[in-house]
């Protein structure tokens, strides 16, 4: 199994950046996808970057693109959300989360999370 732990939330203004980190306890870490997703208050989960296992292939929502970077260090079992150009509707709990989904973007194909940062940006 793995275990996810979450780091880096935190108040920046629009147009700032963030970089959240995912550090997994596992031996099997570099098996598995993993992805991020966030929750504002009174919506729904939402797929945000999701990566391969071997980092090849990486996934983003249309509303992060060329924004928001994903990637993972398997050496350090730690995957990364770095945020850039960030809006006030990027304002929600982040979650990662590690698994073999399949679409990787369905938050249900995900056997593992974590406990959520919140991220807030302000105007």
């Known amino acids: 199994q793995v275990q996810l732990v979450e780091s880096g939330g935190g108040l920046v203004q629009a147009g700032g950046s963030l970089r959240l980190s995912c550090a997994a306890s596992?031996?099997?870490?570099?098996?598995?996808?993993m992805g991020w997703f966030r929750q504002a208050p009174g919506k729904e989960r939402e797929f945000v970057a999701a990566?391969?296992?071997?980092?090849?292939?990486?996934y983003y929502a249309d509303s992060v693109k060329g924004r928001f970077t994903i990637s993972r260090d398997n050496a350090k079992n730690t995957v990364y959300l770095q945020m850039n150009s960030l809006k006030p509707e990027d304002t929600a709990v982040y979650y990662c989360a590690a698994g073999l989904p399949q679409p990787i973007s369905w938050y249900r194909e995900y056997d593992y999370w974590g406990q959520g940062t919140q991220v807030t940006v302000s105007s």
């Open positions: 596992g031996r099997t870490f570099s098996s598995y996808a």
């Open positions: 990566i391969s296992w071997s980092g090849g292939s990486t």
